[in-house]
């Protein structure tokens, strides 16, 4: 397989590329993301009346909130219906950890019963993870959708594919469902099995970052798929090795935002490693998708791919929806599942919903697009005042990740003095910069590029990269840490 790849650059080169692929052109008749929005809603529509009847019959938690609301399920005949609907809080699914979710098993059909497969949320409040169920019916679906994901995003079965998230103790979407994706179009994977070593555990299984770097190179591997700033700290040390990275020419970096900057960053030293074109692909993932919702276009947006499994809402507090690419709270609704089962269910985002067609791709199917910064979706916890202001972390984030020079950073809010609660608040800024970058100029560059996106001049520290970021010990890079007094 050659390593240069060509990123189609609108829907007639799209077209030309997916039958080029006789997996992906004999697939395309049954891709509903490519139907009308008309086919799309009728076929959402039949799905919702009949994923109802389920809930009623098979819920435990629909069952009896129903009776609750006074709802009939079967007068939610149509996606419009669902306003109807109350909404469903992260709070309600954490009261027993997501048991009451999981649908009744129904001994009349096999493949609905079957537990085949359990991930998990990777926290809450209560420092307990949640269960999340699939059946066998689920993961076939899956596999459906995972195939349309590789196609919306050019993995090709031919493909390479290195495996970076961390072998956890929670088993999470990140790790498992690549083995999926890869699985569904027939990719060859590879892993890099790396991960922090468990506390009292009498070995360390993990292999280490230089292990999965030589094992790129040795096995030629053409696409990664990990968490981003993983990723990114991966390149960075084979750039400085000098290693031949000539073949990679997709990324898939996941789990947190990847700025403009960041992209165009990896990129380069990428290239300077002897690659080509790469197309970067910064995907929306959360549990209660089971997946990471792919981009055809970096930045472009982030498909539902297979609309006939999911109906995404950008909602007010109430359950009103919001307007077309209007940014709001994200609710999930499942519409064709049978282990874990979500109604208008809070995912704890703020998101834009566009239903618009997609103008890089020509699909019809629902697309989040960034509603701040380069990101999908701002966790609505990670909102906080500062210095009296209502601030939105994700707009600093987005200012300093695309500043050239930055390599790591990490921004903690504290007090001017530690043992006054009362005091002023300070914003500070620790960064990680690159190899002989003018030390004073990109200082003066942050203040001024973070008081512009939320009026707030940070006092920026230059540390070592690994006091931001250590790869061996921790998931991924915290880029906003709250040290104030809580309460």
């Not at 009026?455 to 840490?481: W, Y």
Request: glycine share 8%; net charge neutral.
């Amino acid at each position: 397989m050659s390593n240069k790849f060509k990123v189609p650059r609108n829907p007639e080169e799209i077209m030309t590329w997916i039958n080029s692929i006789p997996m992906y052109r004999e697939d395309h008749p049954n891709d509903l993301s490519f139907k009308s929005k008309e086919a799309i809603r009728d076929i959402q529509d039949a799905c919702l009346v009949k994923q109802m009847d389920r809930l009623e019959k098979f819920s435990p938690y629909y069952r009896e909130r129903f009776k609750e609301w006074g709802l009939d399920p079967t007068s939610i005949k149509t996606i419009d219906d669902l306003e109807k609907v109350p909404l469903t809080g992260k709070g309600d699914f954490m009261k027993d950890r997501g048991e009451s979710f999981k649908l009744d098993m129904d001994f009349a059909n096999i493949m609905e019963y079957i537990l085949y497969e359990i991930t998990y949320t990777t926290g809450t409040t209560t420092g307990m993870p949640s269960r999340f169920y699939n059946t066998t019916y689920d993961m076939f679906m899956q596999s459906w959708m995972f195939r349309i994901g590789c196609k919306i995003c050019y993995l090709e079965p031919d493909d390479i594919l290195m495996n970076l998230f961390p072998f956890h103790f929670i088993p999470h979407i990140g790790y498992y469902k690549t083995l999926h994706f890869a699985s569904a179009v027939g990719m060859t994977l590879c892993f890099g099995f790396t991960g922090a070593a468990l506390p009292g555990f009498p070995h360390n299984i993990h292999r280490s970052m230089q292990q999965a770097i030589e094992d790129i190179e040795k096995k030629k591997v053409n696409a990664i798929s990990g968490i981003a700033s993983y990723i990114r700290r991966l390149i960075i040390t084979a750039e400085e090795q000098g290693r031949d990275f000539s073949r990679i020419n997709k990324i898939q970096a996941l789990g947190e935002p990847v700025p403009k900057g960041m992209r165009e960053d990896m990129r380069r030293r990428l290239q300077g490693m002897g690659a080509g074109e790469v197309f970067i692909s910064n995907a929306f993932g959360f549990t209660e998708g089971q997946t990471a919702f792919q981009e055809c276009r970096e930045l472009g947006g982030a498909h539902s791919g297979t609309p006939q499994l999911y109906y995404f809402e950008a909602v007010d507090e109430s359950g009103k929806r919001k307007p077309d690419g209007e940014p709001g709270l994200l609710a999930i609704t499942h519409l064709d599942r049978r282990g874990t089962c979500l109604l208008r269910y809070l995912v704890g985002d703020i998101v834009a919903v566009t239903n618009e067609p997609c103008p890089h791709c020509g699909r019809n199917d629902q697309r989040l697009v960034t509603a701040a910064g380069s990101t999908y979706g701002t966790r609505t916890k990670e909102l906080m005042k500062v210095k009296g202001t209502l601030i939105n972390p994700e707009i600093m984030r987005d200012a300093v990740a695309n500043t050239p020079g930055v390599i790591e950073y990490q921004f903690i809010i504290t007090k001017e003095k530690a043992d006054d609660p009362y005091s002023m608040d300070v914003l500070k800024l620790k960064v990680g910069a690159d190899a002989g970058v003018d030390l004073k100029k990109l200082e003066s560059t942050l203040k001024e590029k973070v008081k512009r996106a939320v009026e707030l001049t940070p006092r920026v520290e230059f540390v070592q990269c690994s006091d931001i970021f250590n790869p061996g010990q921790t998931l991924k890079a915290t880029r906003v840490i709250d040290e104030r007094p809580q309460g």
